[in-house]
């Protein structure tokens, strides 16, 4: 840990999500349960719950939905420091529409975000000592792909946080309604030269990246072609909508190591939204916690992953207590309680 203020700050849109109640559909039920959610959201507070200091770096409308998220996000522990509002007559909070799916019924999102508060975020609002504040900056290709706006404040920021000497973590969590894997392929390799930790998974690798050959021999290319230190992939095999297998594979370029456990076999599916976002809280977690334990990356980013699979909503709720608990319970193979009591 350094002496920054923040461990961590994350880039990225806060969203509404509206959800019927249990399988309903979209196309028939009265009623939404209404959360907060977004990719950068979900792993700041899934670290936090770990146990380090975040904050997120976002533009929210000046209204009533706004205040309803910065509420939110601050009953999680999360700073909102770095939270500028827009006052213009188009404000507005992003959100999604998400359809639990039931085997063979796939879930289903539908996106209602074009031209919100956060798409005309400017780098010019926050200030200089921002990019002195934070160990590690973490942000997404889902803010790249949104607009030209967006994407050249990432990039600014990206560039900025980079010169003050701050990590870099990428998540590329490619959103093929936003744009084409060309696209971001294009993108995204201008800011690769200035990512310190990646977090591409096996297909995207091969789709969006074109990358050949087996999962590890395309993480290792990835620090060939570019001063990256840590590749970290995970590996999902989808049972069905409420059964899942996920592990994950990490390589430390300087050490020239492989690393990876077990995977969690069979996980009762409740909400996989956010899931990935756990992976990284975890992983994050287990790197900046111990200054770069590569195992404990995979350790914790499994078990968050696997433990968000079963709660419902966006955001994570599972504490470094549980976390601990899960893992013990993950590595040894003896007879173990069917309850905690």
């Known amino acids: 840990m350094s002496d920054r203020p923040f461990d961590l700050l994350s880039l990225g849109e806060l969203l509404l999500r509206l959800s019927p109640d249990g399988v309903e559909r ?3 039920g009265d009623s939404f349960q209404k959360q907060v959610g977004g990719a950068e959201l979900n792993v700041a ?12 770096v976002t533009q929210l409308p000046a209204n009533d939905m706004g205040n309803f998220v910065k509420n939110k996000v601050r009953s999680y522990g999360i700073s909102d420091d770095y939270f500028v509002y827009d006052n213009s007559s188009n404000a507005r909070l992003g959100l999604y529409y998400y359809e639990y799916g039931a085997y063979p019924r796939k879930p289903k999102v539908i996106y209602d975000r074009k031209n919100s508060s956060f798409y005309n975020i400017s780098e010019a609002s926050f200030p200089e000592d921002m990019y002195k504040a934070t160990t590690c900056f973490h942000t997404t290709g889902i803010t790249l792909a949104l607009c030209e706006n967006t994407r050249k404040t990432a990039i600014d920021m990206i560039r900025k946080f980079k010169e003050s000497g701050t990590i870099i973590s990428f998540d590329v969590n490619f959103r093929g309604n936003l744009w084409t894997g060309e696209e971001a392929r294009a993108c995204i390799e201008q800011i690769l030269p200035f990512v310190d930790i990646f977090f591409c998974s096996e297909d995207t690798a091969r789709l969006t990246f074109k990358k050949e050959g087996t999962a590890k ?15 970290a992939s995970t590996q999902r095999i989808v049972h069905s909508p409420k059964s899942h297998t ?3 594979i990490i390589y430390d370029a300087a050490r020239n190591e ?15 939204i956010g899931s990935g ?3 990284i809280a975890g992983a994050l977690y287990g790197l900046l916690s111990t200054g770069g334990d590569c195992m404990k990356a995979v350790q914790y980013g499994n078990a968050t992953a696997a433990l968000k699979n079963t709660i419902p909503g966006d955001l994570p709720t599972s504490d470094l207590s549980e976390v601990n608990t899960v893992i013990r319970e993950h590595n040894d ?9």
Request: proline residues 5%.
């Open 45 to 56: 507070v899934g670290a936090a719950l770990l146990g380090l200091h975040t904050g997120v």
């Open 217 to 231: 021999e395309m993480m290792k290319s990835f620090t060939k072609d570019y001063p990256i230190s840590i590749v």
């Open 333 to 341: 193979k003896g007879p173990q309680s069917e309850m905690s009591r």
């Open 258 to 272: 492989y690393y990876e456990e077990e995977p969690y076999h069979n996980i009762d599916v409740v909400d996989r």
């Open 26 to 28: 979209l196309v028939r």
């Open 277 to 279: 976002d756990a992976y």
């Open 246 to 248: 996920f592990g994950s």
